[in-house]
């Protein structure tokens, strides 16, 4: 009985290590996280300095990390108020972007795929959308076709938006960024 005993918790005690092993390595890109409002950034994913976590995501999803004096990624799976981005919906991303010699936005399913789509459309880069007067963004994200700015959804229940800023001058030293210097997300019309 002694013996039972032992194995079963050595058992279960594998079991636990291994399952929290698998979803720190599936579910996260790593500790370095650095949060700007509804946008999730890992600065150093792509430099020596990356911790453990943020190699074997690396390593099992063969994505190749921006070095942090090339450029940064930002993620949003949610809208400045917390809730999913839904892509069955009309999603606003508005404001102005952070000093960057380029960058690119792109909407991907919740696996990071590129959707699908009649339009052939999955993102902007800087040259490409219309600016407001005083420099501002304005992009609609939609399964309907929107004037202006706008970038099919394809209607996925589950989106997320990348954002990656080339040779833009940031500072993380405090790993905090100032959420007013990454545009707001809002989702305004759901059917």
């Not at 399952?19 to 996280?33: C, E, F, H, I, P």
């Not at 792509?46 to 090339?70: C, I, K, N």
């Not at 001058?169 to 100032?178: I, K, L, T």
Request: glycine letters at 10%.
């Amino acid at each position: 009985m002694r013996a039972f005993s032992l194995v079963a918790t050595f058992a279960i005690a594998a079991g636990l290590g291994l399952g929290a092993t698998w979803l720190a390595v599936t579910k996260s890109r790593g500790m370095d996280l650095v949060r700007a409002g509804a946008w999730e950034g890992w600065p150093r994913s792509g430099t020596t300095q990356a911790d453990p976590y943020a190699r074997a995501f690396v390593a099992r999803s063969g994505e190749l990390p921006l070095e942090l004096a090339d450029g940064l990624l930002f993620l949003a799976r949610q809208d400045s108020a917390g809730k999913g981005l839904d892509g069955r919906c009309d999603i606003r991303i508005s404001g102005r972007l952070p000093q960057a010699r380029l960058w690119t936005l792109t909407v991907m399913d919740g696996k990071g795929a590129l959707i699908d789509n009649g339009a052939e459309r999955h993102g902007f880069t800087s040259a490409e959308p219309v600016y407001s007067t005083a420099g501002d963004l304005d992009i609609v994200l939609s399964p309907r076709a929107h004037s202006g700015n706008w970038v099919p959804t394809g209607a996925r229940h589950d989106v997320q938006v990348a954002l990656r800023l080339y040779d833009a001058p940031f500072s993380f030293a405090s790993g905090v960024v100032d959420a007013a210097i990454l545009p707001t997300i809002t989702t305004e019309a759901c059917p």
